[in-house]
């Protein structure tokens, strides 16, 4: 994790430039997904479950490097982490 605060501090790119790439990398995840599970038009992609698992990779860092452009405290990363899942949680029960 302090490789990738490193990493963001030289990141160049403005909140809304990482804001379109976060969503270039769901689309991008998307087509993975469909290209796996060879939904028509998209089989000739030929992406399988690695392309799947890179592109959610992707997403996750892209997510990361905004959150981390916006605050630089990892707790305040845990504590937002530990009230969603918190939240996630109590819907799955019901
Ligand atoms: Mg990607």
């Known amino acids: 994790m302090e490789q990738l605060l490193r990493e963001i501090e030289k990141e160049p790119k403005s909140l809304e ?15 993975a997904v469909l290209s796996y599970l060879k939904a028509s038009g998209s089989e000739y992609k030929q992406l399988g479950i ?9 997403v996750i860092l892209v997510s990361l490097a905004m ?18 899942l918190n939240k996630w949680e109590s819907k799955l029960i019901k």
């Open 50 to 58: 690695n392309d799947v698992k890179e592109e959610c990779v992707d």
């Open 17 to 31: 430039q990482m804001a379109l790439k976060l969503s270039e990398e769901a689309g991008e995840t998307s087509q």
């Open 67 to 84: 959150f981390y452009k916006l605050a630089e405290s990892e707790e305040e990363l845990e504590g937002f982490i530990s009230q969603k």
